[in-house]
Nanobody
Framework: QVQLVESGGGLVQAGGSLRLSCAASASIPSFNPMGWYRQAPEKERELVSSIISGSNPNYADSVKGRFTISRDNAKNTVYLHMASLKPEDTAVYYC??????????WGQGTQVTVSS
């Protein structure tokens, strides 16, 4: 079973930056999407960004121009660089990786808190 391990969350002031990392325990085919969701308190989980190697990444409108997703297939790792953070970015961030068929692997979640 593929495991995803996240790191990089924390507390940051508004306007600051953080980089999240998510390492998979096994190889994820480059044509399988990897990415990030987030869930704020009392809100539904939303897709933040996703990436397939060789294609343009997708971003939620709320993070376009501020967040950048990247992927290192050799390391089976996906990153999310978050800049110009806002209090409304506060959430638990979950990475995911699409596996064979309809299976999806999920990370354990990492808390990002942006203070005003």
């Amino acid at each position: 079973q593929v495991q995803l391990v996240e790191s990089g969350g924390g507390l940051v002031q508004a306007g600051g930056s953080l980089r999240l990392s998510c390492a998979a325990s096994a190889s994820i085919p480059s044509f399988n999407p990897m990415g990030w969701y987030r869930q704020a308190p009392e809100k539904e989980r939303e897709l933040v960004s996703s990436i397939i190697s060789g294609s343009n990444p997708n971003y939620a409108d709320s993070v376009k121009g501020r967040f950048t997703i990247s992927r290192d297939n050799a390391k089976n790792t996906v990153y999310l660089h978050m800049a110009s953070l806002k209090p409304e970015d506060t959430a638990v961030y979950y990475c995911y990786a699409a596996l064979q068929g309809t299976k999806t692997a999920w990370g354990q979640g990492t808390q990002v808190t942006v203070s005003s």
